[in-house]
């Protein structure tokens, strides 16, 4: 069965460092999402790709988060300097060009943690 | 807007049943519901359309009222399998570009 890879699983890093987080979406799949979930809250949408255009990054906090999908497959968040506030689970999701009944499906996570 | 789940959390015995609740304040197109266990991706369980259908097999089933923009899920004769945090994830859009997940409702099955 086709899953989102993600990686690192596990990051821990020291405030102002760069982090860079890697998905690879289920292969075919044009739409590709990076979520940010903090513990006991749902997932928030950070960045939304069609192929090799972002679509909506209206939440992504463009002074320090970016996100790029150069050839429309895999893709690559980065945050550069990172914050205490930055820890968190990082999703990627992945689904067929937009449906009424398309769902998205989620890779595994990256958890950051900032010291 | 955020759709708001209830309960923010239950605890069942397994074989027991029950019900989340999934609201929106807007019209909704479709509504998407997840299961993630702690430290896991979210994993899809199903999807409503607008249009009122009640979906599910065997022992997990949702239901879709799109009048009163509201969403329910089942879950039947409990199994300790089905502990973990559910999230409805709505569609505004009619295209399911995006998706606004609500804060989740954590259920915990006990043997």
């Known amino acids: 069965e086709a899953e989102v890879a993600q990686s690192p699983r596990y990051k821990i890093t020291e405030k102002s460092q760069a982090v860079a987080f890697w998905c690879d979406p289920i292969?075919?799949?044009?739409?590709l999402y990076w979520y940010r979930q903090i513990l006991g809250q749902g997932p928030e949408l950070l960045v939304q790709f069609q192929d090799e255009s972002v679509v909506d990054d209206s939440q992504l906090p463009k002074d320090r988060f970016s996100a790029e999908r150069l050839k429309g497959v895999d893709s690559t968040l980065k945050i550069q300097p990172a914050e205490l506030g930055d820890s968190a689970m990082y999703l990627c999701a992945s689904s067929p060009r937009p449906g009424v009944q398309e769902t998205q499906y989620f890779g595994p996570g990256t958890r950051l943690l900032v010291l | 807007q955020q759709p708001v789940q209830s309960p923010q959390a239950v605890i069942l015995r397994e074989g027991e049943d029950a019900v989340i609740n999934c609201s929106s304040s807007?019209?909704?197109?479709?509504v998407h519901w997840y299961r993630q266990k702690h430290g896991e991706a979210p994993v899809f369980l199903m999807i409503?359309?607008?249009?009122?259908e009640q979906k599910g097999h065997e022992k997990i089933s949702a239901s879709f009222n799109e009048k009163k923009q509201q969403s329910s899920l089942y879950l039947t004769a409990s199994q300790l399998s089905y502990s973990g945090t559910y999230f409805c994830g709505t569609d505004g859009s009619g295209s399911a570009r995006q998706l606004t997940f609500g804060s989740g409702t954590q259920l915990t099955v006990l043997p």
């Open positions: 409503l359309l607008k249009g009122g």
């Open positions: 292969s075919g799949h044009a739409t």
């Open positions: 807007k019209a909704l197109y479709s």
